[in-house]
């Protein structure tokens, strides 16, 4: 509402004015108004100035919005998405569980043999690590149980175990990633092993003396244990190889983790070794099978 410049009023009653003002939505004081009284007869008149008074600008929607914040947000957003996409790109296991499971075969020991020995040893030491066909059994295609599989490589098992008279000695060895392991075999294998005497062949809660010493005492056609612990045994001299006619691996059977035997490198670099104290040169000379389970 503009008002003019001048305003003229009767009587002595500035509030009248203020309530003038009031209704029409205009709000002012003494200090933005300037008042000039003149005297005359039958009352003065009173003239009110009015200054121009400064409009204050309002603050828009626009700046009051800090833009900063809408900036910020989205950014640690993606932070947040990024790392959790690198966490789960580290779980090998996510990865291995939706491989379908291979069986092995004896390619896979010779690739596993030539890997492992690349570096230590030359092209013609290579070579001489080659085994025959003939040494290798048939493999497990991931449908037979123990005591099944073991019934198929070695079918005149009676016969042999009761033709095994020589102590400190072992017709089978089953080799196997842990002690637990071991023992979940020796009792899968019931149906195959009949009257077989059987020994654990691992380290957990058993001290090597006295492995030695049942070696020694009676005789044995079934060892199950970890690479680790029977290689000791055969360094200690509680063990010959030379009476042994299979040589089972726990190939294809995976942990919590989802690996296999030879996927733990030290396991792997024990069963080498093992490999090394004997069982090689007998695989060539045809005594002794291999086996893939």
Not at 132 to 157: M, R
Not at 172 to 198: Q, W
Not at 225 to 234: A, N, Y
Request: proline letters at 5%.
């Amino acid at each position: 509402m503009e008002l003019d410049s001048q305003a003229h009023w009767t009587g002595s009653s500035a509030p009248g004015l203020e309530l003038h003002f009031a209704q029409h939505g205009v709000h002012c004081s003494d200090s933005t108004l300037g008042l000039k009284a003149s005297d005359g007869e039958g009352g003065g008149d009173t003239e009110v100035m009015q200054q121009e008074t400064i409009p204050v600008p309002v603050p828009s929607e626009k700046t009051k919005q800090p833009k900063e914040c809408f900036l910020i947000q989205p950014k640690e957003r993606k932070e947040n998405a990024t790392k959790t996409r690198k966490r789960r790109k580290k779980k090998i296991t996510d990865v291995l569980a939706k491989s379908e499971p291979k069986p092995g075969l004896p390619e896979d020991l010779q690739k596993l043999m030539k890997d492992y020995y690349s570096s230590r040893r030359s092209v013609i030491e290579l070579e001489e690590l080659n085994l025959p066909d003939s040494c290798f059994l048939k493999a497990n295609d991931l449908t037979h149980s123990l005591s099944s599989y073991l019934k198929e490589i070695c079918p005149k098992w009676v016969k042999l175990r009761k033709n095994h008279s020589e102590k400190k000695s072992v017709l089978m060895l089953i080799i196997c990633s842990s002690a637990i392991r071991a023992l979940e075999l020796i009792r899968s294998m019931t149906a195959f092993r009949g009257d077989s005497k059987v020994i654990k062949l691992f380290a957990k809660h058993i001290k090597v003396q006295e492995q030695v010493k049942l070696l020694e005492k009676r005789v044995v056609h079934l060892g199950v244990g970890t690479p680790g612990r029977i290689k000791e045994l055969v360094k200690q001299g509680g063990l010959n190889l030379n009476p042994l006619k299979f040589l089972v691996f726990d190939w294809n059977w995976r942990d919590q983790k989802l690996r296999r035997m030879m996927d733990i490198p030290e396991i792997r670099k024990e069963v080498f070794e093992l490999l090394e104290m004997g069982a090689l040169s007998l695989c060539k000379s045809e005594s002794l099978k291999l086996g893939l389970f």
